[in-house]
């Protein structure tokens, strides 16, 4: 089993839709998740970072994490264009160390 | 201004030749990392640095060897290089470590023939 898993897309969603990005790790232990997105080309820039059960939202972007189910996600409102990237899962393992699921390539249709 | 810089952005060269890639991050930062991203897009942890300390040393060939002269740079020297290790390296530094936010350079794209 890899320690961070995600479906790797691609997954495509309508212009104006909410897209919906999942993320399950191995090790309970870990207490920090991140999403990134990674345009093609490009380097990762942080979009969320959420800490505690439950939700956090920043604009068009809600994170949600269920520690018990060992799982977070990353949901996009009102999809643009933009949008289009892959988007990567990390969860901190350990002092100084993020593991990376493989990626979700995500395509927003006009 | 750019917060983590990397050079050369695009590196070609010969199996068997040594080659090194820079980073710099002008962040005040204390902890300093190199990924490796490959042609799946898979990102991996090689080394994390804090303060010119070594921390995380993944199971990478001791061909590779990183350097930290100050806090505020991390090279990263290969030697004897092979075709496998062509993907896109990656440099990030963060304030501390653990649940850090990571802020990534621009890449270096190595492409060994």
């Known amino acids: 089993q890899k320690e961070v898993e995600q479906n790797s897309g691609p997954l495509s969603v309508p212009e104006g839709a909410i897209a919906s990005l999942n993320c399950t790790y191995s090790?309970?232990?870990?207490?920090?998740f991140f999403w990134y997105r990674q345009y093609s080309g490009k380097s990762p820039e942080l979009i969320m970072s959420i800490y505690s059960n439950g939700d956090k939202e920043d604009g068009r972007f809600t994170a949600q994490l269920n520690k018990a189910s060992q799982y977070v996600s990353l949901l996009i409102r009102d999809s643009q264009p933009s949008d289009s990237a892959t988007y990567l899962c990390?969860?901190?393992?350990?002092?100084?160390?993020?593991?990376f699921g493989q990626g979700t390539r995500l395509t927003i249709n006009p | 201004d750019t917060a983590v810089s990397q050079t050369p952005k695009y590196l070609v060269t010969q199996m068997g030749n040594d080659k090194s890639i820079k980073c710099e991050q002008n962040l005040g930062h204390d902890t300093m990392y190199w990924y490796k991203q490959d042609s799946k897009k898979f990102l991996k942890i090689m080394f994390s640095y804090n303060n010119k300390e070594l921390i995380i040393n993944e199971t990478v060939p001791n061909r590779f060897s990183p350097k930290s002269p100050d806090k505020a740079h991390l090279n990263l020297h290969i030697n004897s290089l092979e075709l496998g290790d062509s993907a896109v390296y990656f440099c990030?530094?963060?304030?501390?470590?653990?649940?850090?936010?990571?802020?990534f350079g621009p890449g270096t794209r190595l492409l060994v023939l």
């Open positions: 090790d309970r232990v870990s207490q920090s």
């Open positions: 990390a969860v901190e393992r350990g002092a100084q160390k993020l593991v």
């Open positions: 990030a530094s963060s304030l501390m470590g653990g649940g850090e936010t990571q802020y």
